[in-house]
């Protein structure tokens, strides 16, 4: 169900844009996957995450960074998120730059 979730988010995300993805794994504590849709210049049009350990979790709006360059997001910018949310946003532009 976890997966079919991702899927479903990811395609709509897919048609908004190209689509960058990041992760934590949780070893002890729940995982984290954030996904970003962005535009051709590498700005952020919408953003979704999934955190938890069940299999039950789902996607959900990830707000408070649209309009920003994925690439000059910084820790400042992530000062209201979780602990997970921040390394899998980390993930996810060290993920960008390497594309």
């Known amino acids: 169900m976890q997966i ?25 504590s729940s995982g984290t996957v954030v996904a970003f849709a962005i535009d ?16 039950l979790a789902r996607m959900k709006l990830l707000e408070g960074l649209e309009d920003l360059a994925l690439n000059k997001i910084n820790d400042d910018d992530l000062n209201e998120y979780s602990k997970g949310i921040k390394k899998a946003v980390k993930n996810a532009i060290k993920n960008y730059k390497l594309k």
């Open 40 to 55: 051709d210049s590498g700005r952020i049009i919408k953003g979704e995450y999934m955190e938890g350990i069940s299999v």
């Open 4 to 28: 079919k979730d991702f899927n479903t988010h990811y395609s709509e995300l897919r048609k908004l844009g190209k689509v960058i993805v990041g992760k934590n794994k949780g070893k002890i």
